[in-house]
């Protein structure tokens, strides 16, 4: 009986040592696949910070490499960004530059000529005449205009694409609408050839819109080439031109645009499609129509002249 309580016990405390070893060797198992296959005790070892570290050392200097990198690129593009509104302002400036010129030019021609012609065709009583001699260069030198509908459309100026087709429509309207399928209205033949004067009013009317049209776009063209060509800072004389003195070329342009077009009402009944009826709504838009624009322009007046005294 003694044996084998001996034996007994020798076997417990071997099934305890097995258990012992066989719960060690699951804990390493179970610490060599959470580390990757590798022995619990190399990662315990002194050289595990060191071979780390060099690795986070190396990661981050390529980092720093590339956002270095990323830096120098986002600074080229902004550069190259900047230089292009620089390039597209000086290409819109000389664009400008040129068109306010050439407008100026043209419209001092005909105005310069029409100041001439006048007083010498009327004391002869032939103002009928400058329908002949400069007709075809002021409805050359309007069309041009229809560009500035394109201007203000595509934000090359600060003006507004509604008024501005109002203004230039109204001028289209009177030189290729009116003036050139009626020229009767101004000058008519005799039957031996001769030129005569048309209807009563015509004549003077359309050296009205000589006047006021000319006289007008000198100033404001010759006031674009000065700010865009010599300098921001604009004449006080030209200033006070360009902003007071449709007070009173506006009504005279606009009042012989209405006469030369209330006199092609007649011719126009002769056309089958309705010409007639068509410049007759024309004419009673341009009453609405010119007090709008006439209230437009004083508003930039006042908006210009009290910047102005505010600058002084």
């Not at 006289?215 to 006070?240: H, N």
């Not at 003195?245 to 645009?257: A, D, N, Q, R």
Request: proline letters at 4%; charged letters at 15%; a positive charge.
């Amino acid at each position: 009986m003694q044996k084998r309580g001996q034996k007994s016990a020798v076997v417990d405390f071997q099934s305890k040592n097995l258990a012992g070893r066989g719960q060690k060797s699951a804990n390493r198992r179970a610490q060599i696949s959470l580390h990757g296959g590798a022995p619990a005790a190399h990662f315990r070892s002194n050289q595990q910070p060191r071979c780390m570290s060099k690795a986070r050392r190396k990661y981050w200097q390529s980092l720093l490499v590339r956002s270095v990198h990323i830096t120098q690129f986002i600074a080229i593009m902004e550069n190259q960004t900047k230089a292009k509104p620089r390039q597209s302002s000086s290409s819109k400036s000389t664009y400008l530059l040129a068109y306010n010129g050439v407008s100026f030019i043209l419209w001092s021609i005909v105005t310069l000529r029409a100041i001439v012609l006048i007083p010498a065709l009327a004391s002869h009583d032939k103002l009928y005449g400058l329908y002949e001699a400069l007709f075809n260069l002021l409805r050359a030198t309007q069309t041009i205009a229809l560009l500035e509908v394109a201007h203000a459309a595509l934000g090359l100026v600060r003006a507004s694409p509604v008024t501005t087709a109002m203004q230039v429509a109204s001028r289209i309207m009177l030189v290729w609408g009116i003036l050139t399928p009626f020229p009767e209205i101004v000058m008519t033949s005799n039957a031996f050839g001769r030129h005569q004067a048309g209807t009563t009013g015509g004549p003077v009317a359309l050296a009205g819109c000589h006047l006021a049209w000319g006289v007008t776009e000198m100033i404001r063209y010759g006031f674009f080439v000065w700010k865009e060509g010599v300098s921001d800072a604009i004449p006080g004389w030209l200033m006070w031109l360009r902003y007071n003195t449709f007070f009173v070329l506006y009504p005279i342009g606009i009042s012989s645009e209405c006469v030369l077009m209330y006199l092609a009402l007649e011719p126009a009944q002769d056309m089958e499609i309705g010409y007639d009826w068509l410049l007759k709504a024309v004419l009673a838009i341009y009453v609405p129509g010119s007090y709008i624009l006439y209230t437009h322009m004083m508003a930039q007046r006042r908006k210009t002249m009290k910047g102005k005294s505010k600058a002084t």
